[in-house]
């Protein structure tokens, strides 16, 4: 069958490099969750996506801060950038999104992939929320199916679904570049887990094969890097050919099963997340908090002995 899709991105990438549209990407690293936040833009129209971004949490205290935030924002008015997207590649395990800052401070629409109703069915039973907790995705201004176009600026951007760390994982192709969330980190460290609820170290397989199918010089950017042993610096960008050639865990000739078995050993011997119960109760209502109590403060659930 054809992955029409895939296709799609295919030629998009081709021609951006042909014709040199390509985005300008400016990366955002927080070293306390590890996280790139990536601002895109078309340099023709000033036109930007805000991919991944990071709401301080200081677990002890329960307080949230805004620094990681603010920084994307004075850049992206400095360079005189009007935001048109505010992407997640997912509902993250490791850090409380800020979309809903930066939409109130730089505008722009909260988008997703589609499959994040999946997420919100399953997390609203891990952490009993209430019936109003709507489980349709409508926390976000967009949901993103496979293959779904939309514009930044003069760029056209293709959602991907990409899923095995969760079901609901999108990257998403611009122009020369795709944004790949948590699905590969760079080679000389691997994949994404698959041991959360909904993951499946297969379906991540199918879905990094599938985007090592895109065209080799394609520019990959990642939402995280754990510094690998031996590496000094944190990096965040490498290439499709990098990928296929030297990703210790699914380089080219890796086989599913082998990668299956793989995968399934290492997850079975890693711990939670730091801020997996506060960010995806967070991340799962697009970046907002829990309705508040009737005393005005909201908060988020500890389930015991669940995860």
């Not at 296709?7 to 690293?29: C, E, H, L, M, Y």
């Not at 805004?66 to 360079?79: K, N």
């Not at 499959?115 to 929320?129: H, L, P, S, W």
């Not at 879905?207 to 590496?231: I, K, M, N, Q, W």
Request: charged letters at 20%; a negative charge.
């Amino acid at each position: 069958m054809t992955d029409t899709a895939l296709a799609t991105a295919v030629a998009q990438i081709d021609q951006a490099r042909a014709s040199g549209r390509v985005p300008r990407v400016k990366t955002f690293f927080d070293p306390a969750t590890f996280t790139a936040t990536h601002v895109v833009w078309d340099a023709a129209t000033g036109k930007a996506a805000v991919i991944d971004s990071v709401l301080d949490f200081d677990q002890p205290s329960g307080r949230t801060s805004t620094a990681s935030a603010d920084a994307v924002i004075a850049f992206v008015r400095e360079q005189g950038l009007e935001a048109e997207w505010l992407l997640e590649t997912h509902a993250h395990a490791d850090h409380l999104s800020a979309a809903p800052y930066l939409k109130e401070q730089l505008g722009g629409k909260i988008a997703i992939g589609a499959e994040i109703r999946t997420v919100q069915g399953v997390f609203a039973g891990v952490f009993n929320e209430p019936d109003s907790f709507a489980t349709d995705g409508s926390q976000f201004d967009r949901l993103l199916a496979d293959g779904e176009q939309v514009v930044l600026g003069e760029l056209a951007l293709i959602a991907l679904h990409v899923p095995g760390h969760t079901p609901a994982c999108m990257a998403y192709v611009i122009g020369d570049a795709v944004f790949v969330g948590d699905t590969l980190f760079m080679p000389d460290y691997g994949t994404a887990r698959c041991d959360f609820p909904g993951g499946d170290a297969r379906a991540l397989y199918r879905s990094v094969r599938r985007l090592l199918a895109l065209p080799a010089e394609t520019r990959v950017f990642l939402c995280h890097d754990y510094l690998a042993p031996g590496r000094s610096d944190y990096v965040w960008e490498t290439t499709v050919a990098a990928q296929r050639a030297g990703n210790v865990q699914i380089h080219d000739g890796i086989a599913e099963d082998e990668f299956a078995a793989m995968r399934e050993a290492r997850d079975a011997t890693l711990g939670m997340p730091r801020l997996i119960l506060p960010s995806v109760q967070v991340n799962i209502r697009a970046g907002h908090f829990p309705e508040p109590e009737a005393n005005g403060v909201s908060y988020l659930k500890l389930p015991l002995n669940l995860l």
